[in-house]
């Protein structure tokens, strides 16, 4: 059974950059085609930030794309998020998720437990 | 952009009523990438319905979905007390890839 397991700093200055990994325990990162980041302001819900797939190619969310980078690393099965420039409004519990992909269809099948960042000086 | 709306905001019922949750989208939406999601309280959201109507491994039959085009549905046969939750509807375009989530329904104990 393949689990996600966020980690990384629960706070973050203004202006700084959030960066969080996803780790992969129960199978191989390379086992799905897709994985990716969403968050979910307190209160609020839920926004895609972008995807990676194992081999390293990646899309975002066009009101992201300017300050978001994901990467991925095989060798560690992980993969990882970058937010710059962040302000207030990135405060929110960041989950990574794997893909699923039946049939021609694409969903969210696996999230990790999330881990809330505070964007705070 | 696709905008997802669903309707109500919040369902209030009993146990061993029908729920039935509407999402509304601003685009047609390709049948094989919408999905319905349950979160509670503290939880992650689990995977429920993918593909407009294929529930998720583990997912009670209870648990039912359809729809076409712009209109879709997450219906609930008989609400159990682990139910009451939170529900959101999810939608993917692939040109260019996008992800966009409804504003989710709370489904809370009448």
């Known amino acids: 059974q393949v689990q996600l397991q966020e980690s990384g700093p629960g706070l973050v200055k203004p202006s700084g950059t959030l960066s969080l990994t996803c780790a992969v325990s129960g199978g191989s990162i390379s086992s799905s085609n897709w994985w990716s980041w969403v968050r979910q302001p307190p209160g609020k819900g839920l926004e895609w930030i972008g995807e990676i797939s194992h081999s390293g190619s990646t899309n975002y969310n066009p009101s992201l794309k300017s300050r978001v980078t994901i990467s991925v690393d095989e060798s560690k099965n992980q993969f990882s998020l970058k937010l710059s420039s962040v302000t207030a409004a990135d405060t929110a519990v960041f989950y990574c998720a794997r893909h699923l992909a039946l049939g021609g269809t694409t969903s969210f099948g696996i999230w990790g437990q999330g881990t809330l960042v505070t964007v705070s000086s | 952009e696709i905008v997802l709306t669903q309707s109500p905001g919040t369902l209030s019922l009993s146990p061993g009523e029908r729920a039935t949750l509407s999402c509304r989208a601003s685009q047609s939406v390709n049948s094989n990438y919408l999905a319905w999601y349950q979160q509670k309280p503290g939880q992650a959201p689990r995977l429920l319905i993918y593909?407009?109507?294929s529930r998720a491994t583990g997912i009670p039959d209870r648990f039912s979905g359809s729809g076409s085009g712009t209109d879709f549905t997450l219906t609930i046969s008989r609400l159990e007390p682990e139910d009451f939750a939170v529900y959101y509807c999810?939608?993917?375009?692939?040109?260019?890839?996008?992800?966009?989530f409804g504003q989710g329904t709370k489904l809370e104990i009448k």
């Open positions: 593909g407009t109507s």
């Open positions: 999810q939608q993917y375009r692939s040109s260019p890839p996008r992800y966009t």
